[in-house]
């Protein structure tokens, strides 16, 4: 079973950058298909944007555009570069394996975009 670590959230204001990490406790991260998921209070978890392990993209249309998924298999490591972020983008973000896996959700790291 894979464990996951998400790091990088935090508080930001409109408009500005927040750049998260995902760290996988297993090289055999580079065999899954890897997405981002966020869920704001309220509401139920989404996906926001996934990469396949040769390297495909796709994202949800409420962040074309401002966010970029990548990953370094060397490191068992997802990233998301998030920009232009807007005060809509508030949520706790997850990291998971596309289609996600109920044992391997984290604890999320939390976005907050305030003025």
């Known amino acids: 079973q894979v464990q996951l670590r998400e790091s990088g959230g935090g508080l930001v204001q409109p408009g500005g950058s927040l750049r998260l990490s995902c760290e996988a406790s297993?090289?055999?991260?580079?065999?899954?298909?890897m997405g981002w998921y966020r869920q704001a209070p309220g509401s139920q978890r989404e996906r926001v944007a996934s990469?396949?392990?040769?390297?495909?993209?796709d994202y949800a249309d409420f962040v074309k555009g401002r966010f970029t998924i990548s990953r370094d298999n060397a490191k068992n490591t997802l990233y998301m570069q998030m920009n232009s972020l807007k005060t809509e983008d508030t949520a706790v973000y997850y990291c998971?394996?596309?289609?996600?896996?109920?044992?391997?959700w984290g604890q999320g790291t939390q976005v907050t975009v305030s003025s």
């Open positions: 990469m396949t392990t040769n390297g495909n993209t």
């Open positions: 998971n394996t596309n289609p996600p896996l109920s044992g391997h």
């Open positions: 297993t090289s055999a991260f580079r065999f899954y298909h």
